[in-house]
C-alpha cells in the first residue's frame, strides 16, 4: 500500500513540473519571430512644398505595422514590412507614432518628430499685360500677392497660380509706381519681386525704371543731363532725341507704357523741349498714340504734330488729341512713339525732350 501512495505521488509531481513547463514555454516572448524590436522610420519629406511626407516604419520581427500621423482626422494606418505610407502636411511640427505588431500579437510603439519646413519659391517672373493686367509664375510657389503700389497702406490681392488678375487703373498722377509680387511656399518662406511702372507723366527722373524708347530708322535716343538747366525745365536729367544725316524721314521711337495713357484723365499731351539750333525752328516734332487697348482707334490715328518755336530755351510743346476724330473718351494707349521732322531725311538734328504729361 504504502508503495503505491509512493507512486500516484511521483506522478502527481511530474504533472506539475510539466504544466508549468508548458506554460513557460507559451509566454516566452524571446523566442525569433515572437515580438518585435528596434522599432524606427525613414521620412521621406517632398522638397516642391506640397507637404508630402512618404513613411516606412521599420522593426525587427514586425509582421506589421500601424502608423498615426499626427495630423489630421485620419486614424492609424496599416502598412506591411518594407511598404510606405504618405500623408501630406501643413509647415509645422508634429509627432508621429508607430507601433510594431509581432507574429504572436504583442506590440511596440514609438514615436518620432516630424518638423515640415517649406523652401522659398524661386525663379519669379511677373508679367504685365495691357490695361495692367498681372500674372506671375514660379518654382514652389502656392499661390501669390499683388500689390500695385498706387495705395498707401495696401493689402496684397491674392492671385493663384496660372491666375491673370483684372486690369488695374492707375491714377492720372503720381508715378512712376512700383508693382510688387509676393510668391507664397505655403509656409513661412516666401519671394518677392518687384517692377517698375511708368505711364505718364515721364520725367526721366526716377532711378530703377526703365524708360524704355526704342528706335526704328536709325535714330538715337538715350537719357543724358539737362544740356540747359535753366528757365521751365531745371530738372537733372532728360531724353535726347538725335537724327543723324541721312535718316529716313520717317524714323522715329517707340516706347511701349506699363501704364496705359488713359484720355479719361484727358485729350492734351504736354511736353517740355529743348530745341538748340536756330534752324530747327519751325521743324514739328510728332507725338504718336499707338496700341489702343481693345483695338480702337488703330495705329495712325492719334497722331499730333507741334513746331518749335525757339532755340536755346525750353519751351513747353502742346500736343491737343480733342481736335482728332475717331478717339473714343475714355482711351488707353499703351504705346507712346516720338517722330521729328517726319517730311524731311535726317540733317544731324538734335532735340531734348522731358515731362511728357496728360492733362485736360
Known amino acids: 500500500m504504502k508503495k503505491i501512495k509512493f507512486i500516484l505521488s511521483l506522478v502527481a509531481l511530474m504533472a506539475v513540473a510539466i ?4 506554460e513557460g514555454i507559451s509566454n516566452d516572448t524571446s523566442l525569433p519571430g515572437a515580438g518585435s524590436g528596434n522599432v524606427n522610420k525613414v521620412f521621406d519629406i517632398s522638397k516642391d512644398n506640397s507637404g508630402k511626407v512618404k513613411i516606412t516604419p521599420t522593426g525587427d520581427g514586425a509582421t506589421s505595422f500601424t502608423v498615426e500621423y499626427g495630423h489630421g482626422t485620419d486614424g492609424a494606418v496599416t502598412v506591411a514590412p518594407g511598404e510606405s505610407t504618405t500623408h501630406a502636411y501643413p509647415e509645422g511640427d508634429y509627432t508621429v507614432k508607430i507601433t510594431a505588431i ?3 500579437g504583442s506590440a ?4 518620432f518628430p516630424l518638423k515640415v519646413v517649406y523652401r522659398a519659391p524661386e525663379n519669379l517672373q511677373i508679367t504685365t499685360a495691357d490695361e495692367m493686367k498681372v500674372s506671375a509664375k514660379a518654382d514652389y510657389a502656392s499661390s501669390f500677392l499683388v500689390y500695385y503700389g498706387d495705395v498707401a497702406g495696401e493689402k496684397g490681392t491674392p492671385m493663384a497660380i496660372g491666375q491673370v488678375l483684372p486690369a488695374h487703373t492707375y491714377p492720372a498722377t503720381g ?5 510688387k509680387v509676393v510668391a507664397l511656399s505655403g509656409g513661412a518662406a516666401k519671394t518677392e519681386g518687384t517692377k517698375s511702372l511708368f505711364g505718364t507723366p ?3 527722373e526716377t532711378a530703377g525704371v526703365d524708360y524704355f524708347f526704342g528706335t526704328f530708322g536709325d535714330v538715337t535716343f538715350s537719357k543724358v543731363a539737362n544740356p540747359n538747366a535753366t528757365g521751365l525745365n531745371t530738372s537733372a536729367t532728360v531724353g535726347k532725341y538725335t537724327k543723324p544725316n541721312g535718316v529716313a524721314s520717317w524714323s522715329g521711337t517707340y516706347s511701349p507704357l506699363n501704364i496705359p495713357i488713359n484720355f479719361a484723365y484727358g485729350k492734351k499731351i504736354k511736353v517740355l523741349a529743348y530745341n538748340p539750333d ?3 525752328i519751325g521743324k514739328k516734332l510728332n507725338v504718336e498714340l499707338e496700341w489702343a487697348v481693345g483695338g480702337t482707334p488703330a495705329n495712325g490715328v492719334a497722331v499730333q504734330k507741334t513746331a518749335f518755336t525757339t532755340s536755346g530755351a525750353w519751351e513747353e510743346l502742346v500736343f491737343d488729341y480733342s481736335a482728332v476724330s475717331g478717339i473714343p473718351a475714355g482711351t488707353k494707349f499703351t504705346q507712346l512713339v516720338l517722330r521729328f ?3 524731311a531725311d535726317g540733317a544731324g538734328e538734335v532735340i531734348y525732350i522731358d515731362n511728357v504729361r496728360l492733362t485736360n
Open 19 to 22: 504544466s508549468c513547463s508548458i
Open 102 to 104: 509581432s507574429i504572436s
Open 108 to 111: 511596440s510603439e514609438q514615436t
Open 175 to 179: 508715378g512712376p509706381f512700383v508693382l
Open 202 to 204: 515721364i520725367d526721366f
Open 278 to 280: 536756330a534752324a530747327n
Open 341 to 343: 521732322n517726319d517730311s
